[in-house]
């Protein structure tokens, strides 16, 4: 990522409370993808919400942006000489109304894994075998690197919201021996009107949520940007928006061995594959109406340490929610819901799981297990667990394939990806010992 765009910055500045500007206090904004964000002020904020040390927002001015800081809690405070500020959100570029929710017309993301999950077709590369070149080689070129802005990818969804997807080709000097060319997409979401940042990014959290699933990596934001029509920047007698970048401490964190890095065989499926924009619209308008039960299975695949036990009975709550809604009505019980889900899940997951309604009884028994404390089961080790919640995972994302209109290329290539061919086998093995 460009230096201006990245999470690790340290900026001075004076910082007041909403309302209260007359009162500046000096001090320093530090943020770290790793220990995320703090204020050191030199001198103390003055609360006017008692002595508690929180502080729901908080302005400031530093080097030459508009700070809004949100959800912040004291850490330390000495003698009002010294203060320490936890900040679990940052806006650079605005100041927010003490009153208003943070609020915006267009989001922009960078998912990580997004450019290799619609392909890499901006930049081409021939090399010229040194046998090819003949006896004359002065001046000839032994390899040529060729790039290409792509044409953006649009469609509007029938909620008016406009999705957009636009390439990039930035150019990095790395020695003197050696020149780079970085191929990068981002997703735009401009809507009807204003919306709160915490609605923008719960519609883009859906596309997010489909690339990690895709690509089977976690598609963590490289970068998050909103823009609001008050925002604006006149150059040369011509206004232009000037985006509000945002920083906060994602529960989706890419962990894998080598982050950013993945292969088109590595994936289970691509763009194309999902049928380009048309695919990605039919997820995004299936993902609205089921986005709260989407959300829950897709945290109990991000939020690291999180118990085996709780990954299941996340996820089977996920699967009973997500059939009453499709089924409309309230009193459909667990059994019933497996039922509607494995029939609408279809074959794959069949072969996936083995005998279903053996699958189904196991599973049943687990949640209850777990969500009754029986200790029932105080033999089944995490490996049986693992592999039962990564089942119910499979459920859950095929049905939500299904209800996108997904096409069929996409859950064969699902059914024939490697992961499958390593789960499939201990599913059954766990099912059979019941």
Not at 114 to 122: A, E
Not at 218 to 233: G, K, N
Not at 279 to 290: I, K, Q, S, V, Y
Not at 356 to 370: G, Y
């Amino acid at each position: 990522m460009a230096t201006e765009d990245t999470a690790e910055f340290e900026v001075r500045g004076q910082w007041w409370l909403p309302g209260n500007k007359g009162s500046k206090v000096p001090g320093t904004l530090k943020n770290s993808e790793t220990h995320g964000a703090e204020l050191h002020l030199i001198g103390a904020l003055d609360s006017r919400i008692g002595e508690d040390g929180i502080y729901p927002r908080i302005h400031g001015l530093a080097d030459g942006k508009r700070y809004t800081l949100e959800d912040c809690f004291r850490s330390f405070l000495r003698n009002g000489e010294a203060e320490k500020v936890r900040v679990q959100q940052i806006f650079r570029g605005a100041c927010y109304a003490d009153n208003k929710e943070p609020n915006c017309d267009q989001v922009t993301t960078r998912p990580r894994y997004l450019t290799q999950w619609i392909g890499n077709r901006g930049v081409r590369s021939d090399y010229i075998p040194s046998n090819e070149l003949g006896d004359g080689k002065n001046g000839k070129p032994v390899a040529i690197l060729r790039a290409t802005l792509q044409p953006k990818i649009s469609s509007t969804l029938a909620n008016g919201i406009t999705v957009t997807i636009h390439h990039g080709v930035t150019e990095k000097l790395h020695t003197g021996t050696e020149q780079k060319i970085v191929e990068w997409r981002e997703i735009n979401l401009t809507f009807p009107g204003k919306v709160s940042t915490s609605d923008a990014l719960a519609h883009m959290s859906d596309a997010q949520d489909l690339i990690s699933i895709a690509t089977g990596r976690t598609a963590e934001y490289d970068s998050v940007r909103f823009f609001h029509p008050d925002i604006v920047l006149n150059i040369s007698g011509t206004e232009h928006r000037d985006r509000i970048d945002f920083y906060a401490d994602w529960m989706a964190r890419d962990t894998s061995k080598k982050p950013g890095v993945i292969h088109p065989h590595e994936m289970l499926f691509t763009f194309d594959d999902l049928g380009g924009i048309k695919g990605l619209m039919d997820w995004m308008a299936a993902a609205e109406r089921h986005r709260s039960t989407l959300g829950r299975v897709m945290a109990s695949k991000y939020r690291k340490g999180l118990f085996m036990e709780d990954k299941i009975f996340h996820r089977v709550a996920a699967i009973e929610a997500f059939a009453r809604d499709r089924i409309a009505y309230k009193g459909v019980k667990l059994p019933g819901a497996l039922k509607h889900c494995r029939e609408l899940a279809g074959n794959e997951f069949i072969d996936l799981v083995g005998d279903v309604e053996k699958w189904s009884q196991v599973i049943k028994s687990n949640r209850d297990d777990i969500g009754h404390h029986y200790g029932r089961r105080p033999n089944q080790g995490g490996a049986q667990k693992h592999v039962l919640a990564e089942s119910a995972y499979w459920l859950f994302i095929l049905c939500m394939l299904r209800e996108a209109n997904a096409p069929t290329v996409v859950f064969e290539k699902i059914k024939n990806h490697s992961e499958w061919a390593w789960l499939a086998p201990k599913v059954h093995a766990v099912v059979q010992a019941g």
